[in-house]
């Protein structure tokens, strides 16, 4: 079993920058897909993006590729999300997710969740 906690969200305005951070418990950490996924108020959540338990295969949403970066560190079971060129549509709590069948876009595919952090982009 593996537990989640996202950190590093925050108040920018347009166009700065923001790293994520989900840090993960448990020794098998490394075998877990992680994803990235926001929820803004009154709308549904959406899939951001994702990496394979191995780092080498990334996916992302069409919204944010260019400007996102997911990445991870399994030595200290983290992985990130480096968001640059934030815009106010940015504005999300944004959760990690974490599971051991692999790498999705759809978040039904991941057992393990944290609690979120807000991140709001200022116009």
């Known amino acids: 079993q593996v537990q989640v906690v996202e950190s590093g969200g925050g108040l920018v305005q347009a166009g700065d920058s923001l790293t994520l951070s989900c840090a993960a418990s448990?020794?098998?950490?490394?075998?877990?897909?992680v994803g990235w996924f926001r929820q803004a108020p009154g709308k549904e959540r959406e899939f951001v993006a994702a990496i394979d338990w191995r780092g080498g295969k990334t996916y992302y949403a069409d919204s944010v590729k260019g400007r996102f970066t997911i990445s991870r560190d399994n030595a200290k079971n983290t992985a990130y999300l480096q968001m640059n060129s934030l815009k106010p549509e940015d504005t999300a709590v944004y959760s990690c997710a974490a599971d051991y069948k692999g790498a999705s876009d759809s978040a039904p595919a991941y057992e393990f969740w944290g609690q979120g952090t807000q991140v709001t982009v200022s116009s």
């Open positions: 448990g020794r098998t950490f490394e075998y877990y897909a």
